[in-house]
């Protein structure tokens, strides 16, 4: 947990006012996509929330290709070009990053697929008549009913 | 000399782990009285050993002794005496001093508190407890000495990281930590079951005290964390998935999954395999998540391979306590007998239901911690996973395990029906409805996940109420095992937990703004007038604070007043936050850059339902102390009646 602080070596002061666009619009456009951006030189912080000087350029550049008046996807294309696919906070669905999207699918589709095979299996088994009780268990219940 | 007491003591309890980790274990497998006997003693002696140890570091601390690297490292003399106290934690080798000791503590618990248990499985318990022991002594006295000490003794120290300097940081590693290190206790059972080759409701009995208290602690120290980040970071988030948040949520997972699978060997007598590798498994991750924090991976793949030492001795440690754990697992596991038989619709059902999900969540944050490591370490590729990526695949696997949570306690044990459990939860269904479009239409203005899941929580909430008036309908309130109350609590408090998440997550409003002094700010029916920013000075910072008066319709609310301050040693600035919170909403304020003449940057933000974030983690982590009150768990486990197994070879 301690090292949580190393992460945030910026003091956290993140998007700021000068560099906000004036048209609501765009602005709300442009922290949705920072919010999925990663600030290259920090650790997992997207560039909203953070303070460095890196972040800082890459918002400004966000706000500078929408108001030029790119789509979004138009503007991640562009960070992708410049920073690679390390920019993404949700990283791409492609060959490197199969496991990654499905493992957590597949475990549950394998544990669940062995789970109801052995399900069907016990119910093939019939189920065993329980073992009667011994005479020494028969007189312990009783005692215990207050029979 | 202080500092070479506690290295000796240190020593001292490492011989001793060495001792308990051997001879009861031979004491066990010969039946030896005497050998097994020792363990409790060598508990009791190596507790002491550490506490004192522990208690050392501390003195050189609370002294100020910069004779000693660790305090010249980490502390400074005008700190604060709790923030001297907490600096011993607050670093590498403190924080290891932390873990062996709760471990040597817990050792020691099971010891004192481990009457009721066969002498052959507490000799074993114990024993485990030691190598574990004996892994973490030898990795402090070999890489991470806290006692090192430093000639020529400097001045000052170079004072602690601001960020550490806060209430809510200081108590936050102890209580991580009794958590983590309190699954230690668990694993070490499910080694001892599988030595003695036997697991029964009695076995599970006896864990079920330690992996609860666990869980309580682990619940506590991660939402103490994220209250912490939420209001230090200055912009209101709560949980960011970073990998070091990660690493605490995996075991917490992988405990929440024990925790219920156990109940299913305590009460009928199934599960008894998969239960133990899950305890080994849980432990694990514990290790995983130290050793991820602790071996600087996490910075990058080569800043651990520069500095190998540590990060080499906690992997080959983890490797050997996993790898051996499994190992023994898969030698062991097929000789437990299969207990119980139940029909896949059923009590038993539910919870391996509960178990499959909770298992694919914690694989889920596992692969996504993970993978960027491997894949760099690979193929040299770099990929970021963020909090997007786990929205997208951790979230939708929360729905399926909250549709079902709800069910699972009306259903019987053995087999069940699905429609009389419905049946009983059609209020709660309707209710959940309900407040999901209610959410849909006046909050968002269409239907979307946030009133989804907002409905979600509502029916966490009700199913859990629901169940609860059931049982007292039924006259049952006064017989009502503490147990089944805990889990109402916790389980309502999850859905509190959903609502305080969708909340602050979804539905919060930000407003970022160049305020000069006097001036304005309407924020959603809250006047804010920055009244001033004046300059003061701490023990060991100066700061900006702003005073900002709150009116709501011309009457006075509130005064909020967030500060900036820059602290001396290490220059650091950290974000003092303010904020105001009527339990159903914060309003959150934080000082930004600036000055008299351009204005200052100020922040707000208005997050509704956050409080109800750690409200609802705490009342959680309260069921499980109110279940931990059961009557069965404190009078122990009914005594055998026949006789013990042939313990292993």
């Not at chain 1, 922290?31 to 560039?47: D, K, M, P, S």
């Not at chain 1, 990283?91 to 597949?106: E, I, R, S, V």
């Not at chain 2, 097929?334 to 539910?350: D, H, K, N, V």
């Not at chain 2, 060991?540 to 900036?564: C, F, M, Q, W």
Request: hydrophobic share 50%; with cysteine; charged share 15%.
């Amino acid at each position: 947990m301690l090292l949580l602080l190393a992460l945030f070596t910026w003091p956290a002061f993140a998007v700021e006012p000068r560099e906000m666009l004036t048209d609501p619009a765009l602005e709300a456009r442009a922290r949705e996509i920072g919010r999925t951006l990663r600030c290259v030189v920090c650790q997992n912080q997207a560039i909203d929330d953070s303070s460095a000087e890196v972040a800082h350029d890459m918002r400004r550049a966000v706000r500078e290709r929408l108001v030029a008046g790119d789509s979004d996807a138009a503007v991640y294309e562009f960070m992708v070009a410049r920073y690679g696919d390390y920019v993404l906070l949700k990283p791409p669905f492609k060959a490197g990053t199969l496991l990654l999207w499905l493992g957590g699918p597949l475990v549950l589709l394998i544990a669940g697929a062995a789970l109801l095979v052995a399900a069907r299996r016990r119910r093939a088994v019939p189920i065993p008549a329980t073992e009667p009780l011994s005479a020494e268990e028969q007189r312990r219940l009783d005692a215990l009913l207050g029979r | 000399m202080i500092p070479e007491l506690g290295h000796f003591a240190l020593i001292l309890a490492l011989a001793v782990a060495v001792v308990q980790a051997t001879l009861p274990l031979v004491g066990a497998s010969r039946g030896d009285v005497r050998l097994m006997m020792l363990g409790r003693t060598a508990a009791l002696t190596q507790a002491f050993l550490v506490v004192l140890a522990f208690g050392a570091l501390t003195q050189c601390y609370v002294t100020s002794d910069f004779s000693v690297a660790n305090v010249v490292a980490n502390s400074h003399s005008a700190k604060p005496l709790i923030y001297k106290i907490s600096g011993v934690w607050g670093n590498h080798e403190g924080s290891m001093l932390l873990w062996a000791l709760i471990l040597s503590l817990f050792g020691a618990a099971v010891a004192i508190f481990g009457d009721n248990l066969p002498d052959s499985l507490r000799s074993r318990v114990l024993s485990v407890q030691a190598a574990i022991g004996i892994g973490f002594l030898a990795f402090l006295l070999f890489t991470s000495n806290p006692f090192e000490r430093l000639s020529p003794v400097p001045l000052d120290g170079n004072g602690l990281n601001p960020l550490l300097q806060d209430p809510g940081l200081a108590f936050h590693p102890p209580i991580l930590y009794l958590g983590y290190v309190g699954l230690s206790v668990t694993f070490s059972f499910a080694i001892a079951a599988l030595l003695e080759g036997r697991v029964d409701p009695a076995w599970a009995r006896w864990v079920r005290p330690w992996t609860l208290a666990a869980w309580c602690f682990l619940t506590l120290g991660i939402a103490l964390g994220s209250w912490w980040a939420y209001y230090i970071l200055g912009w209101g988030g709560f949980w960011f998935w970073d990998p070091v948040e990660n690493a605490s949520l995996m075991p917490w997972l992988a405990a929440t999954a024990l925790l219920h699978s156990a109940i299913v060997v305590e009460k009928r007598d199934a599960l008894k395999s998969w239960t133990v590798l899950l305890a080994i498994l849980a432990f694990s991750l514990s290790l995983l998540g130290t050793f991820l924090v602790r071996s600087g991976v996490l910075t990058s793949v080569h800043a651990f391979a520069q500095d190998p030492a540590r990060g080499l001795f906690i992997l080959c440690f983890l490797l050997g306590v996993t790898g051996g754990g499994l190992a023994l697992y898969a030698w062991r596991a097929p000789t437990l007998q299969p207990g119980g038989l139940f029909q896949p619709i059923s009590r038993e059902g539910a919870l391996i239901l509960n178990n499959l999900l909770l298992c694919t969540l914690a694989a889920t944050v596992l692969l996504g911690t993970l993978y960027p490591l491997f894949l760099d370490l690979v193929t040299g590729n770099k990929v970021s996973v963020g909090p997007p990526f786990f929205n997208a695949t951790f979230v939708p696997i929360c729905a399926p395990l909250f549709a079902a949570l709800a069910v699972g306690p009306f259903l019987g044990w053995k087999r069940a029906e699905i429609g009389p459990a419905l049946l009983r939860l059609r209020i709660a269904f309707a209710v959940s409805i309900v407040a999901a479009i209610v959410a849909a239409v006046a909050i968002d203005g269409r239907a979307t996940l946030a009133a989804l899941a907002f409905g979600f929580g509502v029916w966490l909430i009700m199913a859990s109420l629901s169940e609860f008036v059931g049982r007292v309908r039924r006259g049952r309130l006064s017989t009502m095992p503490r147990a089944a109350i805990g889990m109402t609590i916790s389980h309502a408090a999850l859905g509190v937990v959903v609502l305080g998440c969708v909340g602050t997550g979804a539905w919060n409003t930000e407003l970022i703004r160049t305020v000069k002094a006097g001036e304005r700010i309407s924020f959603l029916g809250y006047e804010l007038t920055l009244d001033k920013v004046e300059a003061l000075r701490g023990a060991n910072y100066i700061a900006d604070r702003a005073t900002l008066s709150v009116t709501v319709g011309g009457k006075p609310y509130t005064t909020l007043t967030p500060e900036r301050r820059m602290f001396i040693t290490p220059r650091r600035q950290v974000a003092e936050t303010s904020i105001h919170t009527n339990l159903l909403r914060d309003l959150y304020a934080t000082l930004g850059e600036g000055d008299a003449t351009q204005g200052w940057v100020i922040r707000l933000y208005l997050n509704p339902l956050a409080p109800w974030i750690w409200l609802g983690a705490a009342m959680c982590a309260f069921g499980g102390f109110v279940s931990l009150s059961d009557r069965r768990l404190r009078i122990g486990a009914p005594r055998r009646t026949r006789p013990m197994a042939q313990p292993a070879e």
